[in-house]
Each structure stands twice: as structure tokens, then as C-alpha cells.
């Protein structure tokens, strides 16, 4: 059956298709959307936001952190909210769990960078003074010029590394591994050592306000999906919602069209596919995967689930809290105040390290004792409602290698831009990492 064409007809100076509506996928929507671009935005769930922003009717709103060097989200949230109606951001302490169950805090100190980023190091009292003086002077050699980087970093483990600059095990085990987990992830037995100083250097050896890390009470779907969402039909933009593509087609290496699951055949100047890797590759031309190394290197990349289990409790709750954790299965947990009598726990953990360890147990009953024994509970509380989400290829493996496989935005072909936070952004595969993709494709169609 030959397809039928869908033509996207503008009196504006071009048209884009966007395969996908996530947080990449919608950055890209909005920057163009608002540049006068007409923009068509696919996306094969009922909701946008992908799945790691939705949310059903009648859930809880899910909380997140934002970090002070997350400039791109920043600057993102400022354009969506005016000044009035910007979501609260509560700045928070990072809380690390020792052995004999106390918590101690990374300090922030007032003097300037980079000099507040060496008093930190010092002051820590979650690493052996030894082991903060060597890692303090080493620090200020990297500075100095009189240390450099290793050129192998992107060749080894985070933990081989850290072993090779005196960082004892136990350190890696309590302070680096939930660390390097709640900024990527990954642990630091598998991900490389250069993906593991990226994903440090922003948030501990930048400016002080970039080391700021705040809770924003509201959800992604709240605070990204729903006004950009109202944007796009203010600005007559196109959203098909439960549709899949199934193949790119092409005429002398450009894409001609998206072929469409009913069989219609959509047409712009330019097309983002804003996808995972696992979803993109069955949509390209055979003749481009054995050709370009930029496409056969998606296969490359592999990713886990991440899963995050939502427990509602009534009790009242003095402060957000963030808590990093290296006994347990789960490597952090963030506290929130939902109202004034009721807390809202998220507990973070890949599907695999779940099973490992509670697979027969009720949540019920494992996450409040495991509560309870952290001291975040108290005697007097009912649990109000548990949520189990399990993210599909949420997390991107960092492995060794794993650098060179990421592809930049501009593809080899003419009209093809990919984005999405495991595209090479800089940044691990996260929240910032998305918008920064979304923002470097909107800018190589306007600034062409």
C-alpha cells in the first residue's frame, strides 16, 4: 500500500517533526514553537513527558532535586513560569548515612571558588582526615598546574582510580559509590573514571552557587510537561499523541518523511528524533546503519531500569532531606514536606538491586522498617499510600568506552538531529542533560 502523504504546510520559514515527547523532545518543541517554526510532535504514549514524567490522574506530585549547575534547567523553568508563579525551590543539605547510623553533611562555606570547594573537602567529616588532606592537596595541584588528569581516565573503573589517588575502600563504599550513584547511576565498580570526575566536577569543584542543590516540590509534569504543553496549542502546534513512527524514508541521504504506524506518511523540512537509542535504531534505513559509524554505534550504548518506590506517610516533616545511602539496596532517599502533617519518601534503586535484595516483601511493611531504622520515621505514623515505578532504560551504563559511543546532536544526514540526556551533552544522562540536547538542536535549525 503506498502511504499516504501528511504534508506540514507553513508560511513560516520551515517545519520540524519531533519523534518523541520527553523533556528533550518537548525543549525542542517549545524553543522552535516559539521562534515561529511550524512543529509537529509524535509521541507513542497517551501522555507527553515520557516515562520517567508521567503521571496518572490522582498520583502524588513526585518531587526532584535541581542542582545550582544545572544552568539549562534553570534558565528553562524561568521561561516557562513568570516571577510570580516560579516553583519553590528549598535549598537542602547532601546528607551522607555512616555505618553506626549518624548523618553527617558536605559542608558549604562562604569563601570564594575555588577556594570554598578546598575548606569543604577539609571539613568533611565523612571522609578520614588523612584521606581529605591528600585529597585536598591533590585537588589544589589539578589548580595549580603542578598535577594533571590522567589521559586513561575514559579506559577504567571510578573505583580503580579513586584506589590509585588514596581513596580507601571504605570511602569509595560510603561517600563515592552513592555519590557517583545518585548523579549517574552507576556504580563506581563499572562506570569509567572520566565519566565519574564529569559528573563530580560541576557540583564540587565550580562556583559555590553552582554547588547549591535544592528540592522543588512540584513534578517535572508540573513544572515542565503542562505549561510547555500549553504553549505548543496556544502556538497551533501539532501533538499526535498515541502514534508510532515505524521507519524513516529517505531520497539522497536526507529524510524525506516519517512513516506513521496508520500508514500516513508525515513530511517537515527537518526531523529530531528525540528517542532512546533502543527505539531509533529499528527506524533508520539499513544502508545508514552499515554505512556511518555515528549509527552503528547506538548499539553500543546499553542502559538499566531505574526504579523509585513512593511511600506517603502522616507525619510531619521539619526540613526536605537528602540522604545518600551505601548499607542498603537503595542509594538515596529524599524527604518532603507534602502538607503539614504528612511526608513524602522517594527511595532510588535499579530493578536488579531491588530483587537482590527484598524480592519477596511487601512494601507495606520493608520500606517503613527500613525507614524506621534510618531514624526518619517515628513511632506515630500511618502510611497513607506506596508507589512502585519501575523507569524502562532510565539509566545509561557509563561503562569504560562509553564516552565515544554517545552521539552529538547533528547527525550525518542533512535534516537529522537527535537529542535526548544519552546524546553527548557533556553532562550524565539526566534531567539537565535532556534540556541541553533540546536546546543544541532548536539552535542548529535556527542557527543554520
Not at 125 to 137: N, T, V
Amino acid at each position: 500500500m503506498v502511504p499516504r502523504p501528511i504534508l506540514v504546510r507553513s508560511t513560516t520559514p520551515q517545519s520540524v517533526a519531533i519523534l518523541g515527547g520527553g523533556l528533550a523532545g518537548l525543549t525542542v518543541a517549545y524553543r522552535l514553537t516559539c521562534q515561529g517554526y511550524r512543529v509537529t510532535v509524535i509521541e507513542r504514549r497517551p501522555l507527553l513527558g515520557g516515562a520517567a514524567t508521567s503521571e496518572l490522574p490522582g498520583d502524588d506530585p513526585e518531587p526532584f532535586t535541581i542542582l545550582g549547575c544545572h544552568h539549562a534547567t534553570h534558565a528553562l523553568l524561568h521561561s516557562l513560569h513568570s516571577s510570580p508563579q516560579q516553583p519553590e525551590k528549598i535549598a537542602i543539605p547532601l546528607e551522607f548515612r555512616l555505618p553506626d547510623g549518624s548523618f553527617v553533611h558536605y559542608p558549604r562555606t562562604s569563601f570564594p571558588a575555588p577556594l570554598h570547594t578546598w575548606v569543604n573537602l577539609l571539613k568533611f567529616a565523612g571522609i578520614p582526615w588523612k584521606e581529605r588532606w591528600r585529597l585536598a592537596s591533590w585537588v589544589e595541584q589539578l589548580w595549580e598546574g603542578d598535577a594533571e588528569l590522567p589521559a586513561d581516565l575514559e579506559q577504567r573503573t571510578a573505583d580503580d582510580w579513586l584506589a590509585s589517588i588514596d581513596q580507601s575502600a571504605q570511602t569509595r563504599s560510603l561517600v563515592w559509590n552513592p555519590l557517583a550513584q545518585w548523579l549517574t547511576g552507576n556504580d563506581l565498580a563499572t562506570m569509567s573514571a572520566d565519566a565519574f570526575v564529569r559528573a563530580m566536577k560541576p557540583l564540587f569543584l565550580s562556583t559555590r552557587p553552582d554547588s547549591r542543590i535544592s528540592v522543588v516540590q512540584d513534578s517535572l509534569q508540573t513544572c515542565f510537561v503542562q505549561p510547555i504543553t500549553e504553549v505548543l496549542m496556544q502556538k497551533s502546534a501539532t501533538i499526535l499523541r498515541n502514534t508510532d513512527a515505524t521507519q524513516l524514508r529517505y531520497e539522497q541521504d536526507r529524510i524525506s518523511g516519517v512513516l506513521l504506524q496508520d500508514g500516513s506518511l508525515l513530511q517537515a523540512d527537518w526531523y529530531v528524533t528525540a528517542l532512546p537509542p533502543q527505539q531509533l535504531t529499528p527506524l533508520l534505513p539499513e544502508r545508514w546503519l552499515t554505512r556511518y559509524a555515528y549509527f552503528q554505534q547506538l548499539a553500543e550504548l546499553q542502559s538499566i531500569d531505574s526504579t523509585i518506590l513512593h511511600l506517603h506517610v502522616e507525619q510531619p516533616c521539619a526540613a526536605p532531606r537528602l540522604i545518600l545511602l551505601s548499607d542498603t539496596s537503595f542509594y538515596s532517599v529524599l524527604a518532603t514536606a507534602e502538607a503539614p502533617d504528612r511526608t513524602g519518601f522517594s527511595l532510588m534503586t535499579t530493578e536488579s538491586q531491588l530483587a537482590q535484595a527484598r524480592p519477596d516483601s511487601s512494601l507495606d511493611i520493608a520500606i517503613p522498617d527500613l525507614l524506621k531504622s534510618w531514624g526518619l520515621l517515628t513511632s506515630e505514623y500511618r502510611v497513607a499510600s506506596t508507589r512502585r515505578r519501575t523507569i524502562p532504560n532510565a539509566i545509561l551504563s557509563l561503562k569504560p568506552g562509553t564516552k565515544l559511543h554517545r552521539p552529538i546532536q547533528r547527525s550525518p544526514i542533512a535534516n537529522l538531529l537527535l537529542a535526548g540526556s544519552w546524546t553527548d551533552t557533556g553532562w550524565p544522562p539526566n534531567l539537565e542533560s535532556a534540556i541541553v540536547s533540546g536546546n543544541r538542536c532548536a539552535d542548529a535549525i535556527t542557527l543554520r
